[in-house]
């Protein structure tokens, strides 16, 4: 299909396979620089109709799910996808002691692809993820390889390209020495000194990747993806790809959350497939190292959400189309195409200056310090997250908009206290509190909806620490920052932020906002703002030492 107004609407939908033919599945396209469109993708040319399983949970011991097997096979285009070429493309691929080793002996490969394709000095690389077996999760045991070829760019027949299997050798690219069986829906990022980056999803609790200096040959042993601090990410078994943008940097998406709390659950393969909304970003540079650029990973803002928490954003990609960056992604039955608002966009730009120039007009509607202000002040008015829509059918219309606090403490000991309070006469508050867990507390009650979230542990100690917290109205979640990090909720949480109803309407009573923290010596400083700050904005903000 093709969209002429940027995905407003579709239109010329043409079959690359007969609908009577048998499944074809997962297809990846890619553009040659001399117009060419090439469609790649999974075609069980065979019809083989069943295939081993495990049981349980397959009764039978055999699964009559059809799209995961069979041959690699590809069609092309020369005049912009309008028909398509007869003649269908059947790809070699090497065989490795997984295949070897699953359930047919290697008589039927099971492996299915969902990397795109990318071009390094005219040669193409194909993503395939090779799978072991079905069972509990559907796949048992997966492992990411690349298919290569030199001269399907410029051979006038494509059915007489040539091809190769990488990486060398007999295995692909796998989960980290003592991960789990499972390395699979590999993404892949050429870098400016020659070398592919690749991150995949695993059922560890943590995306990996890895790097290759020698055009996919062999891979560096793979690791958990880490943010530019050393911290680990966490994310679920989902896909997680990267894009090198066109000013020179990376756009990374995940799902923030996982870690210990999941890879610890007997049902981790098939629980992990949950929680993919939110999905995250991650803007990467390139660094140095003895071996060759690596990138390294900001902290993650949140990129889009769907109202509903148990829809399953994925599958996602990125493109630059008239200066904007458009984002897609798919819930099983839709695709749909974003436009990442200018602000995020900025903030995940690869130039210093237009990353942090909302700071410039990014003022505070309350900003106090106890060196200077009193322990009462005014409540400023906050911005209302749902009111009444005054059109049929008169319900609540919800304003996608947020608030954020950012304090700046020193928490000399342990104990219980509280930091802050608004109180009103018909049981509205906000409340923010120091627990005897050492963590931070938000308390929010509109009167009739309460919610609550915790931060991990603060750290005691004499040194002013700077925490933020972001109460976001859209994605109906809350998040702390703790000098400038986001809370992931370390081992003994799946998730650091937190979701609330999207019935709080955001209202308080109290006229006044106590800084109770101010009289035990915790709370230093406080700035109110009447939006959620991004993750780049709260850098620029601990960088400039204001703001809370």
């Known amino acids: 299909m093709k969209t002429f107004d940027g995905g407003v609407t579709w239109q010329n939908r043409v079959p690359l396979e007969s609908p009577q033919a048998p499944e074809s599945s997962w297809g990846v396209p890619i553009t040659m620089p001399s117009g060419r469109i090439f469609v790649f993708y999974v075609f069980n040319a065979d019809d083989t109709r069943e ?95 690349l298919l290569r070829s030199d001269d399907l760019s410029t051979c006038q027949n494509p059915q007489e390209a040539n091809w190769v299997t990488l990486p060398d050798g007999d295995y692909g690219i796998r989960a980290p020495i003592g991960g789990g069986p499972v390395a699979e829906e590999h993404s892949f990022a050429p870098l400016s000194d020659g070398s592919i980056f690749t991150v995949f999803r695993t059922i560890d609790g943590h995306p990996a990747c890895s790097y290759s200096r020698n055009q996919g040959r062999s891979w560096e042993p793979s690791e958990y993806m880490r943010f530019a601090n050393g911290r680990l990410m966490k994310h679920p078994r989902a896909a997680t790809f990267v894009w090198k943008l066109p000013d020179g940097g990376y756009l990374y998406c995940f799902h923030n959350h996982g870690g210990k709390a999941l890879r610890d659950r007997a049902d981790r393969r098939t629980v992990s497939y949950t929680g993919r909304n939110p999905m995250w970003f991650c803007r990467g540079w390139e660094t140095d190292s003895p071996a060759g650029k690596r990138i390294a990973w900001s902290q993650p803002e949140i990129g889009i959400y769907d109202d509903d928490p148990l829809v399953r954003i994925s599958y996602p990609d990125c493109l630059e189309h008239d200066g904007r960056l458009l984002f897609t992604e798919t819930q099983k039955h839709a695709a749909r195409i974003h436009t990442i608002p200018p602000h995020l966009a900025d903030a995940l730009s690869a130039e210093p200056a237009r990353r942090l120039a909302s700071l410039a007009s990014l003022k505070p509607i309350l900003e106090w310090s106890r060196d200077r202000d009193g322990w009462v002040v005014p409540m400023p008015e906050l911005p209302r997250f749902v009111v009444r829509d005054p059109t049929a059918p008169y319900g609540g219309r919800r304003l996608r908009s947020g608030f954020a606090i950012r304090l700046g403490l020193r928490i000399h000991s342990a104990t219980p206290r509280l930091l802050l309070e608004n109180a009103g006469d018909d049981g509205s508050a906000l409340r923010v509190l120091l627990t005897e867990k050492s963590t931070l507390r938000i308390e929010l009650d509109d009167g009739e909806t309460a919610i609550f979230a915790d931060s991990d542990p603060v750290a005691s100690g004499p040194e002013l620490r700077s925490v933020t917290i972001n109460v976001d109205g859209g994605s109906n979640t809350i998040s702390f920052f703790q000098d400038g990090i986001l809370d992931d909720g370390g081992d003994a949480r799946q998730y650091g932020w937190s979701r609330f109803s999207p019935y709080y309407r955001n209202e308080f009573q109290g006229k006044s906002l106590v800084m109770a923290g101010a009289g035990n010596g915790t709370l230093e400083k406080l700035a109110l703002f009447g939006r959620v700050l991004l993750a780049s904005e709260i850098a620029g903000l601990d960088m400039e030492g204001s703001g809370g």
Request: charged residues 20%; proline residues 7%.
């Open 51 to 145: 295939l081993p399983a495990d049981n349980p949970p397959y009764p039978g011991s055999v699964t009559q799910r059809m799209d995961s097997h069979g041959h690699y096979v590809f069609r092309w285009s020369d005049d912009q996808g309008k028909t398509w070429s007869h003649e269908r493309g059947v790809i070699p691929v090497r065989e490795f002691e997984i295949d070897r080793n699953n359930a047919t002996g290697g008589s039927i490969r099971f492996f299915w692809n969902v990397g795109k394709p990318f071009l390094i000095n005219g040669s193409l690389f194909l993503p395939i993820h090779k799978v072991g077996g079905f069972g509990e999760g559907w796949f048992t045991s997966t492992e990411g390889a």
